[in-house]
Nanobody, 121 residues
Framework: QVQLVESGGGLVQAWDSLTLSCSAS????????VGWFRQAPGKERELVGA???????NYADSVKDRFTLSRDNAKKSAYLRMSSLKPEDTAVYYC???????????????WGQGTKVTVSS
């Protein structure tokens, strides 16, 4: 059974930093791309960024230069380092895994339950 579990969310102040983690089990993690999506209240889910199995990253323009994706295949984990957080970054953040194309399109087979990030001004 495939499981993706996010952790690290919480309440922070604007300009703070926070790192989210995504821990995977039940799949050959090293062979999968990993993506992070977020969904703010009343808005559609949007791609934050994705990292290929080789460590190549892709970011949404809204988070470029502030967020950093990384992965540790030995730990079957991926990370989203968020810096200079803004109130508009407030959302539930989801981890997802599949082929890079499926991750980018939001058509991934596997999703976590999400972790909530709230950024106060």
């Amino acid at each position: 059974q495939v499981q993706l579990v996010e952790s690290g969310g919480g309440l922070v102040q604007a300009w703070d930093s926070l790192t989210l983690s995504c821990s995977a089990s039940g799949l050959p993690f090293i062979s999968y791309a990993v993506g992070w999506f977020r969904q703010a209240p009343g808005k559609e889910r949007e791609l934050v960024g994705a990292i290929t199995r080789y460590g190549i990253t892709n970011y949404a323009d809204s988070v470029k230069d502030r967020f950093t994706l990384s992965r540790d295949n030995a730990k079957k984990s991926a990370y989203l380092r968020m810096s200079s957080l803004k109130p508009e970054d407030t959302a539930v953040y989801y981890c997802t895994a599949d082929s890079f194309r499926n991750v980018l399109s939001g058509a991934s087979a596997y999703w976590g339950q999400g972790t909530k990030v709230t950024v106060s001004s």
